[in-house]
């Protein structure tokens, strides 16, 4: 009589986790692979759970995977994947389909992608390098970027679309800055440069002449120490951009503070209530001398600019008023971009950075509060600084 062999349960549930983890590596790649090993995981974890039971369960056959991850495991992954058999895309998820639209599904992958990098890259059965991304851009929207990676597993090949257009606009703005930033030095180093070689030769010999001169040269360096000394401003708030200040301020008494340094007669400041926020003084204190300072430069010669604080429910608001040209419409959305002027011209005879209003966002979302500009032209501008109340 033939004696059968029982497999002990606790190899049972070791062999069935391996076979779950083997069927699992199968069926994702990289890109995908967080969201099914957690199912794997959980799975192989309560198999071995049981193990510590005591209890003797009968064998059972073990399943084995033979068909690719279901839907809405698939939907758990939060960038675009696709399962291609036979050049069609058998399976998406939920981002795909919505990059992509529902209609992708028993397509061919390189109509359903719609990009012609794409179409090159998945007609290739042998690349060169396989494990390259492909990038695409314009796909799902013209400032879009993405990277597209395929891989094989088992009979189905798996493309992973990675939006990249975070990083690209990040990285586009870093090189905008210093592109702006050595133009702004560029130029004003330049006019000393040649005034100080004038001086060297025989125009030096002028009195009138050389003064005149040096009266250039000393107002160019005096624009570029402004500008270096704002680059360092931003950069210092970028830094501490995560870092919520928890120091009271009386915000009406650095008003009055910040005035009284300015000292020009068209400045009237107006504080209604209990003006206390918690707050870091030295950022602030750049952030009125800023918002006051542009409005008595672009102001009208001999119109008042008014400071208003003021307590509303769990906020205090400054609000900055000045009767000068105003600001087109057009304009007032970029206004706080690095370097961006409504009249390069005027900007620098009065001596803007193009970073002032830069430095006055950042600061203002340190402290959790909001910056809103409002301005009418022929008729002025008012800035409104909201911040949290302590």
């Known amino acids: 009589m033939a004696t059968r062999v029982t497999m002990p349960p606790a190899r049972i549930l070791l062999a069935a986790a391996a076979l779950l983890v083997g069927g699992a590596v199968l069926w994702v790649l ?9 199912l794997v995981a959980g799975t192989a974890a309560t198999a071995l759970a049981a193990l510590g039971d005591g209890r003797r369960a009968a064998p059972r056959p073990v399943p084995v995977p033979d068909g690719p991850p279901t839907g809405a495991v698939l939907d758990a ?3 675009p994947v696709l399962l291609v058999e036979g050049g069609r895309v058998a399976l998406l998820n939920r981002a ?23 179409a090159l890259r998945l007609s290739d059965p042998h690349p060169a ?10 796909l799902g929207g013209l400032d879009r970027r993405w990277e597209m990676r395929v891989g094989q597993a088992a009979r189905w090949q798996v493309v ?14 870093r090189v905008d800055f210093v592109a702006n930033a050595s133009h702004e030095l560029r130029t004003p180093l330049a006019a000393v440069l040649g005034f100080v070689e004038t001086l060297s030769d025989e125009s030096g010999d002028d009195p009138e002449l050389r003064r005149h001169f040096l009266g250039i040269v000393e107002a160019e360096a005096r624009r570029m120490q402004r500008l270096v000394e704002d680059l360092i401003s931003l950069s210092r708030v970028e830094a501490e951009r995560y870092r919520l200040p928890d120091t009271p301020l009386d915000l009406g008494r650095l008003v009055a503070d910040v005035a009284a340094e300015l000292s020009d007669p068209r400045l009237h400041v107006e504080v209604e209530g209990d003006a206390t926020i918690c707050g870091d003084r030295a950022r602030l204190s750049q952030v009125l001398h800023n918002l006051a300072g ?11 600019v008014t400071v208003a604080v003021a307590r509303r429910d769990a906020s205090v608001r400054v609000t900055v008023t000045d009767q000068g040209d105003g600001i087109a419409p057009d304009h007032l959305p970029r206004l706080t971009e690095r ?3 409504v009249d390069a011209g005027r900007s620098r005879a009065v001596g803007g950075t193009g970073l002032g209003l830069a430095i006055v966002k950042q600061v203002v979302e340190r402290h959790g509060g909001r910056l809103e500009i409002a301005s009418r032209v022929g008729e002025g501008t008012t800035v409104t600084v909201t911040l949290p109340g302590a």
Request: hydrophobic share 40%; net charge negative.
């Open 294 to 304: 542009n409005a008595l430069k672009y102001g009208r010669a001999g119109t008042p």
């Open 160 to 173: 992973e679309l990675v939006d990249r257009t975070r990083e690209d606009s990040a990285e586009r703005a």
């Open 96 to 118: 795909a389909r919505a990059l992509l639209g529902d209609h992708a599904l028993g397509e061919d992958v390189r109509v359903a992608v719609r990009h012609p990098a794409a």
């Open 129 to 138: 390098d396989p494990d390259a991304p492909t990038e695409l851009v314009g």
């Open 339 to 341: 370097f961006y002027r």
């Open 77 to 79: 992954v939060t960038e």
């Open 30 to 38: 990289a890109g995908i692979q967080a969201a099914l090993v957690g």
